[in-house]
C-alpha cells in the first residue's frame, strides 16, 4: 500500500477554539451552546482545542506520528464573518499558515469546504432551507478556492450532510436545533446543490484539483427475520444512505422513502442535473452497524434503533461490527462505481484516562486494528480504496456530547491544553513508519 494515502482529520469548530478572534464571525453551534440542556455540560467551542494558537505543535505531533496527510475544515465564519460579503483578511491568513505549515512539513493539506459550523448571520436568513443558500456557498467556494488553490489540491465539499439535514432540522438534538420535516428535506436538498456547485467552482479555480465529498454511511440490519424488520432496515438504510448517495450519483432521492414520508424536497429544474457532478473520488466516514426493528409509532418513519445484546459497544454506544464497514465498502463499490474511495473518518471514543502519565486504550487500538482489516479486505475484493483518516487526531469538542466523549490519538487535557499521545497514536505510528499499514 505504498501509494495509499495515511492521514489524520479534525474539523474547525471542534478544534480551534478562538471563537471570538481574529475576526472570526458567529456560527450556529456557538449560538446553540448557549441553550439550556442542549449541550453537555453547557460546553462550547470557544476554546476547544486551541488549535488557532497551537496547529504548529499539532503539526509536529503529526510528522512525528508519521501521517503524510491532514483532513481539515475551513470556519466558514472565519473567512467570512457575515456568510456572504465581506472577506476577512486575518481568517484566510490563519489558514495560509497553516496550509504553509503542512508543506513544510510534507504533510498534503486535505481541506473540507463545511464541517457544520454556517455563519449564524446566514441561519437568520434561513440557512440551508433558503434556497439563496447554494449561490452563499459558490461564493464562499470561490474565496477559499482563489487563495488557498494554488496548495490545496485535495478538497472536499461537504462533510455528512446527513447531520447537517437530519440531527440539525429533523431531529433538533443539533444545531441549529430545528424539528421540521419539510424544513430537514429542504435543507438536505440545498446541500447537495451547495456541493455541486462547490464542484464547478474548485473545477474553475483549482488546477489538477482532486474533489470529492464525505458522506458518513451506517448499515442498517433488521433486529429479527420478520419481513416487518427487513423492510424498516430497508428504509433506514434509504434515509440514512441512499438519500444522499443517489442523487450524488445521478439517480432520484429513493422513492420507497418519498412514499413512505409522505413528503419530499422542493426540486426545481436542473437541481438534479447541478448534485450530480463528476467526482474524483468518495470520502466515506464509517463508525457503527445500526439494528432496526418496525415500528408503526414512530415518525417520520415506521423504525425504531434496538440494541443487540452481547455486542462490544463504544462510549458513544456504538456497536463495533468491522464485518459491516467491509461490506458497505464493498457495496458502495459495486452500486456506485466511484473513481476511488478514500475512507475520511473512522474511529471510536472510550473511557480514556490518564494513569502514571499515560492513556492505555486497548479498546481503541482493537477497534482501529480490526476496522483496518475490513478495509483491507475491502480493497483486495476490488473497493478503489486509497486512503484512511482516523477520527481523531486529537480528541475535541464532541457536538452535543460536549467534551465528555473522547475520539483523539491525542489525549488533550483541556485544563492546560497540554498534549499527550495515547497508546493509539504510537499503534498508529508504528503502522505508518514500519510500512505495514
Known sequence: MSEFVWGVATSSYQIEGAANEGGRGQSIWDT?????????????????????????????????????????????????????????????????????????????????????????ALQIRGGWNNRE??????????????????????????????????????????????????????????????????CQVIRSNVSEANVGIVINVTPAVPATDSQEDSNAAQLADGFDNRWFLDPVFGRTYPTDVIDTLGASPEIHSGDMKLIAQDLDFLGVNFYFRQTVAADQNSKPLPIRSVNRENVKRTAMNWEVHPQAFEEILLRISKEYSPKAIYITENGSAWNDEVINGEIIDDERIDYLARHLDAMRSAREQGAPILGYFAWSFLDNFEWAYGYEKRFGLIYVDYKTQTRTPKKSAFFYRQLLLNGTA
Not at 453547557?42 to 496547529?55: E, K, L, P, V
Not at 475544515?73 to 491568513?93: Q, T, Y
Not at 490563519?94 to 463545511?114: H, V
Not at 441549529?176 to 462547490?198: E, F, R, W, Y
Open 32 to 120: 446553540f451552546c448557549k441553550v439550556p440542556g442542549k449541550v453537555a455540560n453547557f460546553d462550547n467551542g470557544d476554546i476547544a482545542c486551541d488549535h488557532y494558537h497551537r496547529f504548529k505543535e499539532d503539526l509536529d505531533l503529526m510528522k512525528w506520528m508519521g501521517v503524510k496527510a491532514y483532513r481539515f475544515s475551513v470556519a466558514w465564519p472565519r473567512v467570512i464573518p457575515d456568510g456572504v460579503g465581506r472577506v476577512n483578511e486575518m481568517g484566510l491568513d490563519f489558514y495560509d499558515r497553516l496550509i504553509d505549515s503542512l508543506l513544510e512539513r510534507e504533510i498534503a493539506p486535505w481541506l473540507t469546504m463545511y464541517h457544520w459550523d454556517l455563519p449564524e
Open 133 to 198: 443558500v447554494v449561490e452563499w456557498f459558490g461564493e464562499y467556494a470561490e474565496v477559499l478556492t482563489s487563495r488557498f488553490g494554488d496548495r490545496v489540491k485535495n478538497w472536499m465539499t461537504l462533510n455528512e450532510p446527513l447531520c447537517s439535514a437530519w440531527l440539525g432540522h429533523l431531529y433538533g438534538d443539533m444545531a441549529p436545533g430545528i424539528k421540521d420535516l419539510q424544513t430537514a428535506l429542504n435543507v438536505s436538498h440545498h446541500l447537495l446543490m451547495s456541493h455541486g456547485l462547490a
